[in-house]
């Protein structure tokens, strides 16, 4: 049933851009996918630069701006983030991009308040940006948010409350599971082998709806292959890239592509109105909205790292970092549990030490599993390779400090003292090992 929305002629003339199949589809999906709880929502890097956050170009950018980089203008997103991560410190790198894409100043846009108050089965994003997460809060939507394998086991897919919101490459409010280089992306199947289990699944079984996305995306080909080991599927994917192999092979498989033409992010819009089923007072009224999203009380929620809320120990910062040359080698900082040692030094004396340019700070947390090179090599360098060894960590840890002192800080220590750390991989004798080689360098 259309409702009087649909047949507005306001309405119906902003769609003259689709074909008769299209439409048909469309209100498929709309009237039978939806209802019967068939329909995902998959949104791509496009809807983020469309609501205002940087492009390839711009982040690129800005990121010879704050850190004197020649990077060019014509590389995609993941290209940048390559490029950059080879000639900055894996820590400058991440909080220069973190300080980039933070979207708190973003106003949200129609398209994600109206994906937001549709009943979708789950909502599917690659983006890292919490414009999805404001959209739902402000809809008064319940969800789950999954980042992780472990999240998934908080999904009840029989009678859930809470539709999951999951986060391919993880989330701002989590920065420790954010994936920007091309070599974090393509370790992520192997980090997070139930997740993408669970994406293909879904791309086998349900209706998706997928936006902002190019036909050459490496994350959407990844669909398309669960896809056609499936047999087909019967997606709707409104089209921002240029490929005819591409598009011809997603028709073989059985998915619809919708090709929006000029002004398409403002096609986005006109095409999720369409869906929504809702009165038009109400969509005029989400589309003036501009409701306010800033949180000035997180809650207990960590401090992600260089957090800009984080206040009251500028003094204790100061002092710490100004007698780090007469302190001894190895000190220890304790204080009762939850007291914010973890936030001190994670969002006050890191960025300090990097801003003043003596130290390299490197934080490493001792991980659950692997051994203490691994560990070392992921937490402060970023590398997924599980099998590196100690000198190799150390070698690049003292290659990237150059001619700085090198602050290694190892949060969470007292994990060392219990099982299964203190007979293993976190030997006493084995943490000595890792400080000898440091200092003695």
């Known amino acids: 049933m259309i409702n009087e929305f649909h047949e507005s002629p306001a309405v119906m003339s902003t769609l003259t851009f689709l074909t008769h199949m299209e439409r048909k589809r469309l209100e498929r999906f709309r009237d039978e996918d939806l209802p019967r709880g068939r329909g995902v929502l998959l949104f791509g890097a496009g809807m983020a630069v469309a609501a205002g956050l940087p492009s390839g170009a711009e982040l690129a950018n800005r990121l010879n701006q704050e850190f004197g980089l020649d990077l060019p203008a014509n590389l995609t997103l993941p290209e940048v983030c390559d490029r950059a991560a080879i000639f900055l410190p894996v820590k400058a790198f991440r909080s220069g991009i973190l300080a980039i894409i933070d979207d708190e100043a973003v106003p949200l846009p129609v398209t994600y308040q109206l994906a937001a108050r549709m009943n979708f089965a789950e909502y599917l994003t690659t983006n890292v940006d919490r414009l999805l997460e404001w959209s739902l809060r402000d809809a008064r939507k319940l969800y789950t948010l999954v980042i992780s394998d472990e999240d998934l086991s908080f999904i009840d897919q029989g009678a859930r409350q809470r539709v999951p919101l999951t986060k391919v490459h993880g989330s701002l409010d989590h920065p420790h599971t954010l994936a920007f280089t091309t070599l974090e992306m393509d370790s992520l199947p192997d980090k997070r082998s139930r997740l993408f289990d669970h994406l293909r699944e879904t791309a086998a079984r349900k209706s998706m709806l997928i936006m902002g996305f190019a036909l050459n995306d490496p994350d959407l080909l990844g669909v398309f292959r669960a896809v056609e080991q499936a047999g087909g599927g019967d997606h709707i994917l409104v089209d921002c890239g240029r490929s005819p192999e591409e598009r011809e092979r997603l028709r073989q498989l059985g998915c619809l592509l919708v090709d929006p033409g000029p002004g398409q992010f403002e096609r986005y819009a006109e095409i999720l109105g369409y869906l929504s089923n809702m009165d038009p007072s109400r969509l005029a009224a989400i589309a003036g909205r501009r409701p306010r999203r800033a949180n000035p009380f997180p809650g207990l929620a960590p401090y992600p790292y260089r957090a ?53 700070p490197v934080l490493i947390r001792p991980p659950a599993l692997p051994p203490l090179e691994a560990g070392l090599a992921r937490e402060a360098l970023s590398l997924a390779d599980a099998t590196v060894t100690l000198p190799l960590a150390v070698e690049q840890i003292i290659a990237r400090a150059e001619n700085r002192g090198i602050f290694l800080i190892i949060d969470q220590f007292e994990q060392v003292f219990h099982p299964p750390f203190f007979r293993g991989n976190y030997s006493a004798p084995r943490l000595k090992k890792i400080l000898d080689r440091v200092f003695r360098c």
């Open 308 to 360: 800009p809320r984080f206040t009251g120990r500028e003094e204790k910062t100061v002092e710490l970092a100004a007698g780090l040359p007469a302190t001894p080698p190895v000190t220890v900082f304790f204080g009762e549990s939850g007291c914010g040692k973890s936030s001190f030094f994670n969002a006050g004396v890191t960025p300090y030490l990097e801003q003043q340019g003596a130290y390299l």
